[in-house]
């Protein structure tokens, strides 16, 4: 069977979904129209992580707007994470649909690094507390 062969392009292209953006350009987490958490992410490895720690309320506010994935898809230019993250429904409750983005979110990360956010923090000495 042949192997699949990525192009450089191709390859350059998903590498840089993982690029750190501006601070303007990243994904500032709030609560509701107007409140603010002061929690930005400016990439997907940090919105990984910030998923973890931001109000529960904030993954519901911005998944029923579609914020999320318009994020990933405009400004990071994943349109496949986020087709992934708009599959699943928004009928669950706002803690399960935190893990399930941040599962399929690392998952992404993992098929684009070969790492999981747990290596990835372990390697610059971060650590990440779950919520309770």
Known sequence: MPKKVISKRKARS?????????????FHFYTAVGNCTGITATNLSEFAAKLQVVPVESVDFHFQRQ???????????????????????????????RKE????????????????????????????????
Do not use: C
Request: no cysteine; hydrophobic share 40%.
């Open 67 to 97: 914020d999320f994935q318009k994020w990933i898809a405009e400004t990071i230019g994943d349109k496949e994470l986020a087709e992934r993250i708009s599959l699943f429904g928004a009928a669950h409750s706002a803690g399960d649909l």
């Open 14 to 26: 998903k590498a840089s979904f993982l690029n750190n953006l501006p601070y303007e350009s990243g």
């Open 101 to 132: 983005m941040l599962r399929i979110t690392e998952e992404r990360i993992t098929e684009l690094t070969g790492l999981t956010i747990t290596n990835e923090l372990a390697q610059i000495g971060t650590t990440v507390p779950l919520p309770l």
